[in-house]
């Protein structure tokens, strides 16, 4: 019996159990307890929890922003949804989505089951949230920043796992399960220092929003492509040699706007290039050594703004197939997948040998600098070209045939710097958000192994 991880129960715990687990490692993987702490369950200390809604989602801007699993980052919501729902006026009031409300993604793989983040009231938008969401709102005593840092800190993150189903394709945590997990009761001060933290941080991401959105800004009046591809003609004559040319048959692909962005790039007074000259591309494929940890990048690890939001550690053996592409400092990755392309990113120097997804193209700039490029390729004007090129049909995406010919104007080298300059500004308001986010998670697991009044200083030193 040596070296096996047994426990002993009664068969009135397993009956107990709503889902009445069976399977070992339900009873011998428990997380760690402090027992100095008073524990509840979860669901003592919530006045509701709720399923989102089940509907079919678009990205005309019709009906209400829609919050998704892939939405969440950093313990927060997203500042923004990309997708939308067109609910009558009863079920958005039914699943509108109120300030901090937090958000618990129930179904996902089973390293991203149970991502949770709190949703801010930042504007006057109204929002809602799809059905493998779980909303979950606190009675008095326990504040919902502190739930979500508990649900996210390694303990409450274990608690969650160890009550996931897994299957082929996903993971399934039940929402019942959630509240029987058992959650340490602290001192409200202490919880306040929690929720400071939080509040700090969703203040700092709005700043760096709008610092990105200053980028943004230049970039767009330097291109005059403020008012490109908003026009809603829908009709185009061509000739039949252009269909040979591209090969493509689709009306989509020839409508009158991607010529608009063409003209107006053509006409870049600094002039044009494609893709392949641009950029340096590093595509060779890479085999992890199996014994070696690597940090893992893939599409959910980036955020609106084009920083990674994190990422996973793994051993080569575990690591997915797709996970194939080294990056270095410096490097621009652009999704490769219809539904992602917005998901670009700068490599930052702790990312510097990481492995990503090789749903990513991986750039090395030649002519123009990493910030300028990350924002000229989520610039509206370029994501409808990479949008016309993406091709197939169960996985519709962009190969690089197609990528590498895509022509990008030249940017003035003193926007560029001045460009660089403001996105530098705003990933550092990023960076200081997530410290603060990461303070508050840490502050909460030294609870746990070191006691209340250490978890103070820390916040208080800080």
């Known amino acids: 019996m040596e070296g096996l991880e047994i426990k002993e129960k009664k068969l009135y715990e ?58 969440i980052h950093d313990m927060l919501c997203d500042l923004d949804a990309d997708k939308y729902a067109d609910i009558t006026q009863a079920d958005f009031n039914k699943f509108a989505l109120k300030d901090g ?47 979500c840092a508990y649900l996210s800190c390694k303990y409450g993150e274990w608690d969650v796992k160890r009550r996931a189903r897994q299957s082929i394709n996903q993971t399934n945590v039940n929402p019942e399960e959630v509240k029987e997990i058992e959650i340490p009761l602290l001192d409200i001060n202490l919880q306040q220092k929690v929720r400071d933290c939080f509040t700090q941080a969703n203040s700092l991401r709005i700043l760096s929003q709008k610092a990105y959105s200053d980028a943004e800004l230049i970039l767009h009046n330097e291109l005059g492509t403020n008012a490109i591809a908003v026009a809603d003609v829908n009709v185009s004559q061509k000739r039949f040699s252009d269909f040979v040319d591209s090969g493509r048959l689709d009306a989509e692909y020839y409508q009158p706007k991607y010529d608009e962005i063409i003209d107006q790039i053509s006409q ?54 797709r996970a194939r592409h080294i990056v270095h ?54 994501q409808a070209l990479l949008k016309r090129a993406c091709t197939g049909t169960i996985l519709t995406a962009i190969n690089k045939a197609e990528f590498t010919t895509i022509s990008l104007p ?10 660089a300059n403001i996105v530098q500004q705003s990933t550092t308001l990023r ?12 502050a909460v697991e030294t609870t746990i192994e070191k006691g209340e009044n250490v978890a103070m200083k820390l916040l208080n030193i800080e």
């Open 14 to 71: 397993v009956l107990y159990n709503k889902d009445f687990r069976i399977d070992s490692s339900f009873y011998t993987k428990e997380p760690k307890k402090n027992p100095n702490l008073i524990y509840a369950k979860i669901g003592e200390y919530l006045n509701s929890s709720q399923y989102g809604i089940s509907i079919e989602m678009n990205t005309d801007s019709v009906g209400y922003p829609i919050y998704r699993m892939n939405e």
């Open 101 to 147: 409300d937090v958000l618990f993604n129930r179904t996902n793989s089973f390293e991203w089951v149970g991502r949770t983040g709190v949703y801010y009231q930042n504007d006057d938008i109204q929002r809602t949230f799809a059905s493998y969401l779980v909303r979950l709102n606190p009675k008095d005593g326990i504040l919902s920043e502190y739930l």
């Open 268 to 321: 870049s007074p600094y002039g044009h290039d494609k893709i392949g000259n641009l950029y340096i591309f590093r595509d060779k494929n890479f085999l992890p050594d199996d014994n070696a940890r690597y940090k893992y990048i893939e599409l959910s690890d980036i955020g609106v703004n084009g920083e990674i939001s994190g990422c996973s550690y793994e051993y080569g053996a575990n690591l997915p197939s």
């Open 329 to 382: 400092t410096g490097d621009i990755i652009i999704s490769s997948i219809e539904g992602s392309l917005q998901s670009c990113a700068i490599i930052t120097e702790e990312y510097d040998g990481a492995l990503c997804s090789t749903g990513f193209y991986v750039l090395s700039p030649r002519k123009i600098n990493s910030e300028t490029s990350l924002v000229l390729f989520k610039s509206p004007a370029i």
């Open 410 to 419: 030249i940017i003035n080298i003193d926007t560029q710097n001045k460009i």
């Open 431 to 442: 960076k200081e958000s997530h410290r603060l986010l990461n303070l508050a998670k840490t």
